[in-house]
């Protein structure tokens, strides 16, 4: 398991983000996320990826989409 990077804070995206994905025992996708969340989905995409980046989330590319979750 790859340790998180601390963070001072989210950005309310960031919140709406972790707040579906934990309530989600499923992987999301982009268009899921950013849809549960009500945020644009570049919006989503970018802070996905912030949160990828910093070990928060996990992905997996799946086709034409990728899909998201929180590890246990």
């Given at each position: 398991?790859?340790?998180?990077?601390?963070?001072?804070?989210?950005?309310?995206?960031?919140e709406?983000?972790?707040?579906?994905l934990?309530k989600?025992?499923?992987?999301?996708?982009?268009?899921?996320v950013?849809?549960k969340?009500?945020i644009?989905?570049?919006?989503?995409?970018?802070r996905?990826?912030d949160?990828?980046?910093?070990?928060?989330?996990?992905?997996e590319?799946?086709?034409?989409?990728?899909?998201?979750?929180?590890?246990?």
């Amino acid at each position: 398991m790859t340790e998180r990077r601390r963070r001072a804070n989210f950005d309310i995206y960031e919140e709406k983000i972790l707040e579906v994905l934990y309530k989600h025992p499923v992987s999301l996708s982009t268009s899921e996320v950013a849809d549960k969340a009500d945020i644009a989905w570049e919006t989503a995409k970018d802070r996905l990826e912030d949160l990828w980046e910093d070990h928060y989330i996990e992905r997996e590319d799946k086709g034409n989409s990728i899909e998201w979750w929180i590890e246990d």
